[in-house]
C-alpha cells in the first residue's frame, strides 16, 4: 500500500519512516496541478505542491493508524506558515488520502489533536491526486550527506545540539 504525507522538509522525515517498518519512503512533490515539478519552483512556491513523501508499506506491518502517529509525533501541526525554519507553501502539512478509510482515520485525528489542543490545527486534508518523484539527490538524503543532514535537523530546530 503507499500513503502520502507532507510533513515540511521531506529530507528530515524520510529516516523517521524507515525506522518503524516501512518499506519504502520516495520524497517527491503533491498537491499541485503542474506536471513534472522541480525542486527549485516547489522550494520558490511556484507549483502549488508541497514537499511530500511517498510512503510504501505493508499493513500487516504497520497500520494506517500507526503512519498517522508518526506523522503527527514529527510534525508541529499549529504552525500555519511551515515547518521550523522552512516556511511557505511548500514545507506546510498535508495529509493525500487514498480512500474514505483513511480520510476518516485523518479527520478523527485531527479534530482530535484540536479538542485535546484548543487550538487550531493546520493540517491539510486532500484527496491524492498526483505524487512527482524528486531529484535524485533528495532520495536518501540523511544517508548520502550524512553531515549535512545533521547539521539541517539542528539548524532547523527539528533536534537540538
Not at 511530500?52 to 508499506?57: A, G, N, R, W
Not at 478523527?108 to 531529484?135: H, N, T
Request: aromatic fraction near 16%; charged fraction near 30%.
Amino acid at each position: 500500500m503507499r500513503a502520502y504525507f507532507a510533513g515540511g522538509c521531506f529530507w528530515c522525515v524520510t529516516p523517521i519512516y524507515k525506522m518503524y517498518g516501512v518499506d519504502k519512503v520516495v520524497c517527491g512533490y503533491s498537491g499541485g496541478d503542474e506536471v513534472n515539478p522541480t525542486y527549485e519552483d516547489v522550494k520558490h512556491q511556484k507549483t502549488g505542491h508541497r514537499e511530500t513523501i511517498s510512503l510504501e508499506y505493508d499493513p500487516e506491518k504497520v497500520s494506517y493508524s500507526k503512519l498517522l502517529d508518526i506523522f503527527f509525533a514529527n510534525v508541529d501541526p499549529f504552525d500555519s506558515e511551515g515547518q521550523f525554519i522552512d516556511k511557505g507553501f511548500s514545507y506546510t502539512l498535508a495529509i493525500y488520502y487514498n480512500n474514505d478509510e483513511e480520510k476518516n482515520l485523518a479527520k478523527e485525528r485531527i479534530e482530535k489533536l484540536q479538542a485535546d489542543s484548543g487550538k487550531e490545527v493546520f493540517v491539510a486534508l486532500e484527496p491524492f491526486k498526483s505524487f512527482y518523484e524528486a531529484e535524485e539527490y533528495h532520495q536518501d538524503y540523511y544517508l548520502k550527506n550524512p553531515e549535512a543532514f545533521e547539521k539541517e535537523l539542528i539548524e532547523s530546530g527539528r533536534k537540538k545540539a
